[in-house]
């Protein structure tokens, strides 16, 4: 979905009495953001970000200057266009290129949309909701998701729930 923004990282909440935030990063960490000086649709500018040596950041943005201004952006997702991330090679995706669409059998029969992309150290696994709410988890290998496209994605007959 070329024109949906993409979430690079969260603000979780102040760090110190200056303004700066804590941030949850989501894909390659800090070399994500690095591309990035505008979030949130020119809302936000980062002015400088550093580790936390936890898995996380330290940022600070122009448009914040005190410990009030930071702890009002909790929960707040920074955001940046798709079309400002860079290009893939052949068989990579971003997780959110996956996000919603409509999942098929193999005949075609509709079983519901992707709700969430996941890893847990092996493979990328999708999962899937039904129309009842029910959801259930197939792994992204070609065995069994033989096919996926802007369109659909395609789960094989073994595991459909």
Not at 63 to 92: C, H, I, K, Q
Not at 138 to 144: G, M, R
Request: hydrophobic letters at 40%; one cysteine or more; glycine letters at 12%.
């Amino acid at each position: 979905m070329p024109d949906q923004p993409v979430t690079l990282a969260a603000i979780t909440g102040a760090h110190g009495v200056t303004g700066e935030v804590r941030l949850k990063l989501f894909g390659d960490g800090l070399d994500s953001l690095k591309a990035h000086e505008r979030f949130n649709d020119g809302a936000l500018t980062l002015s400088k970000f550093r580790s936390d040596n936890k898995g996380g950041a330290i940022a600070r943005f122009a448009e914040v200057a005190d410990r009030t201004g930071a702890e009002n952006l909790r929960g707040t997702a920074l955001t940046v266009p798709r079309d400002s991330l860079p290009d893939l090679a052949d068989g990579e995706f971003y997780h959110s290129d996956l996000l919603g669409l409509p999942a098929v059998s193999e005949t075609g029969e509709v079983i519901g949309h992707v709700c969430a992309v996941e890893n847990f150290g092996a493979t990328d696994i999708v999962e899937i909701e039904k129309p009842d709410g029910k959801k259930f988890m197939v792994p992204l290998t070609d065995h069994a998701v033989p096919e996926w496209s802007g369109e659909r994605l395609v789960v094989a007959a073994g595991f459909l729930d």
